[in-house]
């Protein structure tokens, strides 16, 4: 069974840095890894989608690379703001009824 | 653009009760979903669809049912809820296994 595994669990950093998020996954044979956001109360928002052929995705301040020979994606968020305070979690694709999410990582951005 | 919609928010059932969830989508999904998130657990498929008239289990089926009736409308229902059904379910939507998953805001269910 495909394993997802996010690490750390939880980050906080102070307004304006740099950070990386890391996935993992034990199944290099997906369809496509995705980037997920999800504040409090909230369903997940679709960041990022990188299909298993491509490398990386860009969104603005958002970074997704994929190694799927390493079974590793990460995140990279620039620039950081309070409004970035939220959980990140990825989840990886190998079909369409087999989607397997991480726990998450809770970032809190400090002012 | 609503996207896909859940009703209720909120709901508290007693053991034994019945209930439907409903997910409505304006955005053409083919493929709907119906996750429960626990802590811990992480996100859990329950069932699922691949267009309309089509549902299937998916990792957590039991004491659920599904329909799709309607291409916009994917239906979740607990028969006798149980405690151990306490839980937030999410509810989502896709228009291929390739393209981005598209979330509801959820429904906390408590059961008592």
């Known amino acids: 069974k495909q394993e997802v595994t996010q690490i750390p669990a939880a980050l906080s950093v102070p307004e304006g840095e740099n950070l990386v998020l890391n996935c993992s996954f034990t199944?290099?044979?997906?369809?496509?890894l995705q980037w997920f956001r999800q504040d409090p109360g909230k369903g997940l928002t679709s960041l990022l989608l990188?299909?298993?052929?491509?490398r990386e995705q860009t969104s603005g301040r958002l970074n997704a690379s994929l190694d799927k020979s390493s079974g590793r994606s990460t995140l990279y968020i620039a620039a950081s703001q309070p409004g970035d305070s939220a959980t990140y979690l990825c989840?990886?694709?190998?079909?369409?009824?087999?989607?397997?999410f991480g726990s998450g990582t809770k970032l809190n951005v400090k002012p | 653009n609503a996207g896909v919609t859940q009703t209720p928010k909120f709901r508290v059932l007693k053991t034994g009760q019945s209930m439907t969830l409903l997910c409505a989508q304006d955005?053409?999904?083919?493929?709907m979903y119906w996750y429960r998130q626990d802590p811990g657990m992480g996100l859990r498929l329950i069932h699922y669809?691949?267009?309309?008239?089509?549902?299937a289990k998916g990792e957590v089926p039991d004491g659920y049912n599904v329909s799709r009736l309607k291409k916009q409308n994917f239906l979740l229902g607990l028969e006798s809820a149980a405690p151990s059904q306490t839980s937030v379910y999410f509810c989502?939507?896709?228009?291929?296994?390739?393209?981005?998953?598209?979330f509801g805001n959820g429904t906390r269910l408590t059961v008592t």
């Open positions: 989840a990886v694709s190998l079909g369409f009824n087999k989607f397997y």
């Open positions: 199944d290099s044979a997906i369809y496509n």
């Open positions: 990188i299909q298993s052929s491509q």
């Open positions: 955005m053409n999904h083919e493929y």
């Open positions: 669809s691949v267009g309309e008239g089509t549902t």
């Open positions: 989502a939507g896709g228009e291929s296994y390739n393209s981005p998953l598209h």
